[in-house]
């Protein structure tokens, strides 16, 4: 099953909310096919920021952004089940779906236990181990939820009863999910319940990122098998780390060289991964070189 190349970016909510939807915007003029925003109750990269530090919720942001463009896919790379009741989250879904008109893509993964935003708003910061179990439960709820009416779910850390979910989304059955992992047993629910798994490189070096990366889809693979999924179904989306822009205001090392961002592709390319994820400029001095990739590089790509 083929699928076509997508290139997306991560968008961080850490402006006003003016530039935040003017980003949006420019992303979506650009010609990418789906921004996404992160989803934390303050700015989780380390060193922390002061707590002035801008930082505007996720889901919000994606309702206004539905409102402020026309083509573009939105999500949230990736919603942290620790944040939300997962039948309030579906909500949350079907409503920028609506908004949107069809253009959601649902972002889940299990969060990160260093996130400070357990600590500062008295949320429960659950174990790993925990997060993963209740993992497999909030995503079947999340699904059931979006694809019926009426859902009741008896599980060991969920419960609903009688959920009603009116209207129903434009996309059917559901909006695609997207399931964020990188660990053997999160693999499994992707291999069972995903429509795109979104991955991100470890490793220090590029070599390193592309070895690590085959053998998580080597792991997937066995996991389909075993669940009697063809792997070709699921997409599989890869984020371009760059630490500089993630730890600190520097430069991002592949707008500063189309042969650079190129080889990555390329090589990520080779392994099966058909969707991208760029971080969204952290310097002015980089904007011209992501408005080059975006409007030059990314086109030939494509083909």
């Not at 915007?25 to 060193?47: M, N, Q, S």
């Not at 573009?72 to 779906?97: C, E, F």
């Not at 990739?293 to 494509?302: F, K, Q, S, W, Y």
Request: charged share 25%; glycine share 6%; proline share 7%.
């Amino acid at each position: 099953m083929a699928h076509a190349h997508e290139f997306q970016v991560l968008l961080l909510p850490n402006v006003t909310g003016e530039e935040l939807l003017r980003r949006f915007r420019h992303v979506e003029d650009l010609g990418f096919d789906l921004v996404a925003t992160a989803d934390h109750f303050i700015d989780w990269r380390y060193p922390r920021p002061a707590p002035t530090s801008p930082w505007l919720e996720g889901w919000t942001t994606l309702a206004a952004a539905a409102a402020e463009t026309s083509r573009i896919k939105l999500s949230t790379y990736v919603t942290q089940i620790p944040l939300r009741n997962p039948a309030m989250l579906a909500r949350q879904a079907l409503t920028v779906d609506q908004i949107s008109n069809g253009r959601l893509v649902v972002g889940l993964g299990v969060g990160l236990v260093s996130d400070p935003s357990y600590e500062m708003t008295g949320m429960p910061n659950w174990p790993l181990k925990e997060r993963v179990a209740r993992f497999r439960e909030y995503v079947e709820i999340v699904d059931l939820l979006l694809k019926q009416e009426v859902t009741s779910y008896d599980g060991a850390y969920y419960m609903i009863r009688d959920a009603v979910m009116i209207p129903r989304p434009i996309q059917r059955p559901r909006p695609p999910i997207a399931i964020g992992a990188v660990g053997p047993i999160m693999l499994v629910n992707v291999a069972r319940y995903a429509d795109i798994w979104n991955s991100i490189g470890r490793g220090e070096t590029l070599d390193d990122q592309v070895q690590e990366t085959r053998e998580r889809i080597a792991i997937l693979d066995d996991h389909c098998a075993a669940v009697g999924r063809d792997p070709a179904e699921i997409r599989r989306s890869y984020v371009l780390l760059s630490k500089p822009a993630r730890d600190a205001s520097d430069a991002i090392p592949y707008y500063a060289s189309a042969e650079l961002f190129v080889e990555t592709i390329e090589r990520f390319q080779e392994l099966g991964i058909t969707e991208f994820m760029l971080d969204y400029p952290v310097l002015d001095s980089d904007l011209s070189g992501f408005e080059r990739i975006a409007r030059e590089v990314i086109p030939e790509l494509r083909g």
